[in-house]
T-cell receptor, first 113, second 115 residues
Framework: DQQVKQNSPSLSVQEGRISILNCDYTNSMFDYFLWYKKYPAEGPTFLISISSIKDKNEDGRFTVFLNKSAKHLSLHIVPSQPGDSAVYFCAASAPGTASKLTFGTGTRLQVTL | DAGITQSPRHKVTETGTPVTLRCHQTENHRYMYWYRQDPGHGLRLIHYSYGVKDTDKGEVSDGYSVSRSKTEDFLLTLESATSSQTSVYFC??????????????FGPGTRLTVT
């Protein structure tokens, strides 16, 4: 039972344009959501997070949107840069679970010149 | 970057042999986690620790055991390695509180191949 789903395995975007990565979840107990970025042969790196009490969080070029009624979150990267090419994982946490994270399967983003 | 190291970084072992992976942190974080990453599965939690000598199972714990005798070290043991345990293993740490967020910070990973 995949509680966090990233239905797009890959995405290609031109440099300078917007990248939109999507994530859906099924567990209504999740109250904290995170995005991680992963380069090959490295560990995942924390990118941005959002609490369920908010619907938007912004950090520089990265913005995460949360739609609780749809159980959907998205990561927007504007403008996209070649260095953003990586695998992006969304993750979710429920209260009282020792901050265990449930990860999606990842979306590989390629930013082309 | 959070001070997390994993050893070894690469290991090849034979089916049936025991293997221990080590995670070491210098951040004094309370929570530590072991994940495995496989194609098509993302990252899946194997075991986690919420304090010294306090551990619990994750999503894919069968065939694995863990120990945490010190705050800074979290060991993952494959008692008798199988080919299905060929994977990349990541350790993560977290301070984990409502005031500080629930972010986890990951080590560089260990690539384990069981032949």
């Amino acid at each position: 039972d995949q509680q966090v789903k990233q239905n797009s395995p890959s995405l290609s975007v031109q440099e300078g344009r917007i990248s939109i990565l999507n994530c859906d979840y099924t567990n209504s107990m999740f109250d904290y959501f995170l995005w991680y970025k992963k380069y090959p042969a490295e560990g995942p790196t924390f990118l941005i997070s959002i609490s369920s009490i908010k619907d938007k969080n912004e950090d520089g070029r990265f913005t995460v949107f949360l739609n609780k009624s749809a159980k959907h979150l998205s990561l927007h990267i504007v403008p996209s840069q070649p260095g953003d090419s990586a695998v992006y994982f969304c993750a979710a946490s429920a209260p009282g679970t020792a901050s265990k994270l449930t990860f999606g399967t990842g979306t590989r983003l390629q930013v082309t010149l | 970057d959070a001070g997390i190291t994993q050893s070894p970084r690469h290991k090849v072992t034979e089916t049936g042999t025991p293997v221990t992976l080590r995670c070491h942190q210098t951040e004094n974080h309370r929570y530590m986690y072991w994940y495995r990453q496989d194609p098509g599965h993302g990252l899946r939690l194997i075991h986690y620790s919420y304090g010294v000598k306090d551990t619990d199972k994750g999503e894919v714990s069968d065939g694995y055991s863990v120990s945490r005798s010190k705050t800074e070290d979290f060991l993952l043991t494959l008692e008798s390695a199988t080919s299905s345990q060929t994977s990349v293993y990541f350790c993560a740490i977290s301070e984990s509180s409502a005031g500080k967020g629930y972010e986890q910070y990951f080590g560089p990973g260990t690539r384990l191949t069981v032949t």
